[in-house]
């Protein structure tokens, strides 16, 4: 798989953005990776030296009224997003291809207004 996102570059757009989604309220779950040379069925890791060839990263946000959303940035520069706010509002949130981290960041604060009502820009 080519390489278009540097992965590491994007979790580190997670990184900064936690502080501020937690005094919002949410609740990020620990960023996932998956090693793109482990063998089938690859198994996501939490700890990114335990990753050899990341080929995704992922986080899983949770907020109020148990609303949620779920993105996975794949350094092919495609990301998959999941979301539900309720039972009447959810499914797939289409997404542009991410040619940088910082593309992804600017796609994060998207889902997360979209899901969460939080405008949200990184300082």
């Known amino acids: ?23 919002a309220g949410l609740f990020a779950a620990p960023v996932t990776w998956r090693d793109g040379a482990a063998p089938w069925p690859q198994q996501l890791k939490t700890e990114r030296s335990e990753v050899n060839d990341p080929d995704s990263v992922g986080i ?12 996975v940035l794949y ?17 797939v949130i289409p997404a542009p291809a991410v040619v940088s981290a910082q593309a992804f ?10 899901v969460f009502g939080i405008s949200y820009g990184a300082e």
């Open 1 to 23: 798989m080519e390489r278009v996102v540097d992965l590491d570059e994007a979790a580190a757009a997670v990184a900064d953005r936690r502080p501020a989604w937690q005094a």
């Open 60 to 71: 899983h946000l949770h907020g109020p009224n148990e609303a949620e959303l779920l993105v």
């Open 75 to 91: 350094r092919g520069g495609w990301a998959d997003i999941d979301y539900i706010v309720d039972a009447g509002d959810a499914g």
């Open 105 to 114: 960041a600017c796609l994060l604060d998207a889902c997360i207004t979209r």
